[in-house]
Nanobody, 123 residues
Framework: QVNLVESGGGLVQAGGSLRLSCAASGRDFSSYHVGWFRQALGKELEFVAA????????YGSDSVKGRFTISRDSAKNTVYLQMNSLKPEDTAVYYC????????????????WGQGTQVTVSS
C-alpha cells in the first residue's frame, strides 16, 4: 500500500498550464501503475490518463489527448500530469490512484487513493 498526495492545482486562465504532482510514500512505488481522474461539480468521476510501471501511458477522452501528458519520476516517487492549453471545461478536482496490478479506466479497481487537488480554469 502507498499513500498518495496530489498537489499543483490552482486557478489559471484559459490557455494556461499547470503541472499536477502525485507524490507517494511507501515502498516499491516504481512498480505501481498510476491513474489520474477528475470530477467536475455535479458530474461523475472521469478517467484522464494512466501510466504503467514501465512508463507506457494511456489517455482518456479525446479532449485531453495532445494537451495533457502523464509522466513519472521513480527517483522522486512522483507521477506528474502536465496540462497545457487548459479550458474552462477542465475545471475539476483531480485525483490520482495507484495499484500494483490495474492500470485501466475504472477508478474503483485502484487500491490506493489520494485526496485530490482543485483545478479551476477561468475563461
Amino acid at each position: 500500500q502507498v499513500n498518495l498526495v496530489e498537489s499543483g492545482g490552482g486557478l489559471v486562465q484559459a490557455g494556461g498550464s499547470l503541472r499536477l504532482s502525485c507524490a507517494a510514500s511507501g515502498r516499491d512505488f516504481s512498480s505501481y501503475h498510476v491513474g489520474w481522474f477528475r470530477q467536475a461539480l455535479g458530474k461523475e468521476l472521469e478517467f484522464v490518463a494512466a501510466i504503467r510501471w514501465s512508463g507506457d501511458s494511456t489517455y482518456g477522452s479525446d479532449s485531453v489527448k495532445g494537451r495533457f501528458t502523464i509522466s513519472r519520476d521513480s527517483a522522486k516517487n512522483t507521477v506528474y500530469l502536465q496540462m497545457n492549453s487548459l479550458k474552462p471545461e477542465d475545471t475539476a478536482v483531480y485525483y490520482c490512484r495507484a495499484d500494483r496490478f490495474y492500470s485501466g479506466h475504472d477508478q474503483a479497481r485502484y487500491n490506493d487513493w489520494g485526496q485530490g487537488t482543485q483545478v479551476t480554469v477561468s475563461s
